[in-house]
């Protein structure tokens, strides 16, 4: 069982930065793929950003160039760094764990173990 819980959420204006963390339970963290997700009002989870247990990244393009994913296994911590941020990228923010932990899938539905979410609101 994985436990996530995510931090750093919060009002900043369009142009701002804010870093998200996120803590995760677990003597195997060091093994886990994680992502960071967003959902938005009324619409669809989507994948912002994953880092595999050995470093490699992967963004969507709403977050390229802008956002940075990074890890931290000794404090078994994900961060997620978003600069330049836009009113479009207000949202619910999640961590996240696959299914199968060790696994990069680009469906939502193979990830399995969700934080409570974060609210990062951008205004204009």
């Known amino acids: 069982q994985v436990e996530l819980v995510e931090s750093g959420g919060g009002l900043v204006q369009a142009g701002g930065s804010l870093r998200l963390s996120c803590a995760a339970s677990g003597r195997t963290f060091s093994a886990y793929t994680m992502g960071w997700f967003r959902q938005a009002p009324g619409k669809q989870r989507e994948l912002v950003a994953v880092?595999?247990?050995?470093?490699?990244?992967n963004y969507a393009d709403s977050g390229k160039g802008r956002f940075t994913i990074s890890r931290d296994n000794a404090k078994n911590t994900v961060y997620l760094q978003m600069n330049s941020l836009k009113p479009e990228d207000t949202a619910v923010y999640y961590c996240a764990v696959p299914r199968v932990p060790m696994t990069m899938p680009t469906q939502t539905t193979k990830w399995g173990y969700w934080g409570q979410g974060t609210q990062v609101t951008v205004s204009s």
């Open positions: 880092i595999t247990r050995g470093g490699s990244t």
